[in-house]
T-cell receptor, first 111, second 114 residues
């Protein structure tokens, strides 16, 4: 089945710095890679996604890159702000069709 | 606001009891998913429905069951509850069930079993 590993589990950055979270997977049939942000007491919120026919996608301060050969994809947040503090989950779908989630990264942006 | 509505938001119940969690998908979405989130297991896929029919099953216990009604709302039934069932239960929806469809999550139902 599909498996996805997410690193790091915790990440602290200074406000204004960049944050990078990486996920690796094993199923070469995976072709959809969303990222979710979960704030305390709330449900996961889709922030960006990428499909396997695209190598990079950007939305303002957030970008996602995908390397299908190496089977990894990453979330990049630039110019971090305190409100970016949350748990971030990578996910993917492929042969199993349903989303499989990474274990999450607790991002803390220090003012 | 994702448009996915879940009730109740919080629920406390005793071991051995049965509860029902309810979900209304986003307007127009035909597919509903249930996920369980616990501290040690992360977000685990339980079950998926599409237009009233079960579409896929994940790590759902036999004590748990779900259904999707003609108006597309869904219910997750949890019975013979154990302490380990305490978790956040999320409902999510998408327009279609296929691979790569954007999935939107509700705010969750927090279940505490005492």
């Amino acid at each position: 089945g599909e498996n996805v590993e997410q690193h790091p589990s915790t990440l602290s950055v200074q406000e204004g710095d960049s944050a990078v979270i990486k996920c690796t997977y094993s199923d070469s049939a995976s072709n959809y890679f969303p990222w979710y942000k979960q704030e305390l007491g709330k449900g996961p919120q889709l922030i960006i996604d990428i499909r396997s026919n695209v190598g990079e996608k950007k939305d303002q301060r957030i970008a996602v890159t995908l390397n299908k050969t190496a089977k990894h994809f990453s979330l990049h947040i630039t110019e971090t702000q305190p409100e970016d503090s949350a748990v971030y989950f990578c996910a993917l779908s492929g042969s199993a069709r349903q989303l499989t989630f990474g274990s999450g990264t607790q991002l803390t942006v220090l003012p | 606001d994702s448009g996915v509505t879940q009730t109740p938001k919080h629920l406390i119940t005793a071991t051995g009891q049965r509860v029902t969690l309810r979900c209304s998908p986003r307007s127009g979405d035909l597919s509903v998913y249930w996920y369980q989130q616990s501290l040690d297991q992360g977000l685990q896929f339980l079950i998926q429905y599409y237009n009233g029919e079960e579409r896929a099953k994940g790590n759902i216990l036999e004590r748990f069951s779900a259904q999707q009604f003609p108006d597309l709302h869904s219910e997750l039934n949890l019975s013979s509850l154990e302490l380990g069932d305490s978790a956040l239960y999320f409902c999510a929806s998408s327009a279609f069930p296929g691979q790569g469809n954007t999935i939107y999550f509700g705010e969750g139902s927090w279940l505490t079993v005492v």
